[in-house]
């Protein structure tokens, strides 16, 4: 009854908005194999101290870049013999959602932020992994409150719009926007305003964090 | 940079509709750990011979079930050092939705169907694997055509109502379901009818397998 078993790790895809739009964190392997390749942050398993694959990817996380994201979501399994040198793996792989400032200001690695419509070279199968992530987060922003953690706490509605609209790749109408995130009831205006006298803009935050089974388009 | 590593196996959830609703098929465990528990037909990763975690879960339902199910999923992986008597294992857990005369016919295994709203004690964590299944498949079926998957392949317009409504639970307007239906464009009409003369019903099967984000309710 005893099979060779996998190598099991863990790996992140950390997503942030910025200038071109949705970009996940990438870093340079310094370790064989593929070393010096760009791959996603992630590591092995360490069953002697890790209490849960997802305690395995936080540990991972904060050695790596020195902080832990407010959203982390398992994405799901990738497996089989060829997708590793070191033979039969599988990665279980996070979705973390992150304020870019947020990511910036913690990060200890050096990553470097490539679009997700642009993937340099990558090792293993974490290009697979990166374009099931962003799947992932396109098809539930079409129905949740998802894109909120790609906010800092406080953010103006043009923000979320913006928000919304960069990860749905396609334009909002205003009220109709506005109309729809006020029937979902998520969110909670704060007493401080942004801007100049003559535009200010009110600052909002996320109430709770549910999901909802309607169109936002 | 040896590290201890996990015991991977697969688990299925096969969910299927039967008279008193949604129901998972469980089976007697007729070796240890656990033996005589009732469980999910699940089993170790042969890392020799599987391709991928999802090929293991194929071979084991052939294995202990006889037959592949139309429909698999990848659910999520449950892990930690107390799930399992043999140590930090990890379990990749897959929902399979099965019409109940498909797997009736085809299982070579022992079965017990069991409501999932009245579950047995079971063995391991199965029934948070259970919990997270059912979940998955309620949240899903509001918005997409997952539940043709637990129909015969030929199905009238009441009988997808009634899978509907057995799934969420809730009862839907006959006309209203019928045009949302309609709208969706996912079904196609056949040339077969069933019933008596009096009150003929049409045959109906899936075009394509497509999500929507869109209510049904």
Same mark, same amino acid.
């Given at each position: 009854m005893n099979f060779p078993q996998p190598l099991v790790t863990v790996d992140a895809v950390l997503l942030t908005l910025r200038e071109s739009g949705l970009e996940v964190a990438l870093h340079q392997r #310094? !370790?064989? $194999? @593929?070393?010096?390749a760009m791959a996603l942050p992630g590591g092995v398993v360490h069953a002697n101290e890790d209490t849960s694959t997802e305690d395995s990817i936080r540990r991972v996380l904060r050695d790596k870049t020195g902080f832990e994201p407010r959203y982390l979501e398992q994405l799901q399994v990738f497996s089989g013999r #060829? !997708? #590793? $040198? !070191?033979?039969w793996s599988m990665s279980v792989a996070y979705v973390a959602l992150v304020p870019a400032a947020e990511l910036e200001a913690a990060t200890r690695a050096e990553f470097r932020f490539v679009s997700v419509d642009a993937l340099p070279p990558l090792a293993f199968d974490h290009a697979d992994i990166i374009t099931a992530a962003v799947d992932r987060l396109r098809s539930k922003s079409t129905y949740s409150t @998802?894109? /909120? /953690?790609?906010? $800092?706490e406080r953010f103006t509605l043009t923000q979320l719009q913006h928000t919304y609209e960069a990860i749905l790749q396609t334009r909002l109408e205003k009220s109709n926007f506005r109309r729809k995130m006020e029937a979902w009831g998520a969110l909670e205006a704060t007493d401080e305003v942004v801007g100049g006298a003559q535009r200010p803009a009110r600052l909002y935050r996320l109430k709770d964090f549910t999901f909802f089974d309607r169109s936002v388009g």
């Open positions: #310094d !370790r064989e $194999p @593929l070393q010096s #060829d !997708r #590793d $040198p !070191r033979g @998802l894109p /909120f /953690f790609l906010l $800092p």
